[in-house]
């Protein structure tokens, strides 16, 4: 069999929990399953890097730069820490030297004079996942005979130069991957990156936050895998978030088409974008509790979706834009609406949902202050925008009445919808 597996953040933030992932992974090894193991970035790593990129970005690097410092020393001491814990004597320094390595290149890339702000964002982010598969391969080698290999996924996964947002080159990867990855897979098991790939120039692209997911789901595509498990904190795909709504269930088995359909409207459980890939090659996705390795968790694949309960979906961090023709025109004359769309389009800000009167166009989107300041600039001649923040956008899939008692006439709610089977409301927080 051959396994593609996602550890996310949570499941490598310290040392019991990396060593937990070793545990996991025994059995698979010792059935002699072919692996292919994609890691992220430590913990809150990817968070504090985007923080340190800002920090250069806001003084001249000549400047003493007391924020960039700080978070600098906050990365290297958690990771080292974490070293520390795991490991001793020559390996230990094996992998400070590592550690060592990198943070000098981050700090490094971090003063680069490069104007372009996204294409510079990726060249600094991916040193989270650099420094956590070097830890995590390294403790693999230790625990399992030196049967661990890793390998930069940016040899790997090819993408074209769409910074923040790389889209995948599959014929290319999947020839790379296929001629030199899969003979690797006779002997050992490989550790990898997820979220980062690398462009034909040699440069680093991120595939968007929270990626990894579909890191996995790109190897599992170009090997032809027989599955892929994304190991999560939570016991499976549940029909809402439990810090939410009490009395939650899980799925044991959903439809490829489903579970798109739940990421679209929010589930973060798993990456969007990881779900295509898999159906179209049949491959089932796991996900499963790193915490609970014994309990099955939720199959994602050509199956029916169990019993159609209700699902609450809550995307947080929304902003509604509305957009008003300046000099009242319909807002659907003169192809208004296809300005705006492509417009959107340009700055790559996605519509959660949408709706248009006679007046105005209202869209409710992610939270990006870049983005929307662009958009807000080039469509300022015709429109008047406005921007009301701290909302929420709750979709309920499959509602009944009962469900929907809770979620109508809600005093806060600026916007509702409602289809055969989707109620969707736009609340302030
Ligand atoms: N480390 C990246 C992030 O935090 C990618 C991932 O975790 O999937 O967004
Ligand atoms: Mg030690």
């Known amino acids: 069999m051959l396994h593609v597996f996602k550890f996310g953040g949570a499941s490598v933030k310290d040392a019991p929990a990396v060593r937990n992932v070793s545990t996991i992974l025994r059995s698979f090894i010792d059935k002699k399953d072919k692996l292919v193991i994609v890691v992220s970035a430590m913990g809150k790593t990817t968070n504090h890097l985007e923080d340190i990129f800002k920090a250069a970005k806001s003084k001249p690097k000549h400047e003493k730069n007391d924020e960039f410092e700080q978070i600098l020393k906050q990365i290297k001491d958690y990771h080292y820490a974490l070293a520390d814990e ?8 094996i992998v400070y030297k590592i550690l060592q390595k990198y943070i000098f290149q981050l700090s490094a890339t971090l003063k680069d004079d490069e104007p372009n702000w996204d294409k510079h964002y990726d060249q600094v982010i991916c040193f989270g996942e650099l420094m956590s598969s070097a830890i995590v391969s390294e403790y693999l080698k230790m625990q399992h005979e030196d049967k661990c290999l890793w390998v930069d996924a940016r040899r790997f996964v090819q993408t074209n130069e769409r910074w923040r947002e790389g889209q995948i080159d599959w014929e290319w990867s999947e020839q ?8 690797m897979l006779e002997q050992r098991f490989v550790l990898t990156q997820g979220f980062i790939g690398g462009t034909i120039g040699g440069k680093t692209t991120t595939l968007g936050r929270e990626g990894s997911d579909f890191t996995a789901a790109v190897f599992a595509y170009c090997l032809q895998a027989d599955g892929v498990t994304i190991w999560k904190d939570v016991s499976g795909i549940l029909n809402a978030d439990p810090k939410r709504i009490k009395n939650t269930r899980l799925f044991e088995q959903i439809s490829y088409s489903d579970a798109a359909e739940m990421t679209y409207y929010g589930a973060t459980v798993i990456h969007p974008k990881t779900i295509r890939p898999l159906a179209a090659k049949g491959i089932p996705l796991y996900v499963r509790s790193f915490l609970n390795a014994d309990v099955e968790g939720t199959r994602i694949g050509n199956f029916d979706t169990q019993p159609s309960i209700p699902s609450i979906i809550v995307k947080a961090n929304q902003h509604m834009l509305v957009f008003k023709a300046k000099d009242l025109a319909a807002i659907n004359e003169r192809n208004q609406l296809a300005y705006i769309h492509s417009e959107l389009n340009r700055y790559t800000i996605k519509i959660n949902l949408l709706q248009v009167s006679a007046t105005s166009f209202s869209v409710c989107t992610d939270n990006d202050e870049r983005k929307l300041a662009s958009l807000k600039e080039s469509l300022s001649t015709d429109f008047e925008l406005s921007v009301l923040d701290n909302l929420e956008l709750i979709t309920i899939k499959n509602y009944d009445t009962e469900t929907l008692k809770n979620f109508t006439g809600l005093g ?12 969707q409301v736009v609340v302030r927080k």
């Open 176 to 183: 790379l991957i296929r001629a030199e990855l899969l003979p």
């Open 412 to 423: 806060n709610a600026l916007v509702a919808q409602r289809s055969e089977d989707i109620f």
């Open 86 to 93: 795991l490991f001793d004597g020559e390996r230990e320094k």
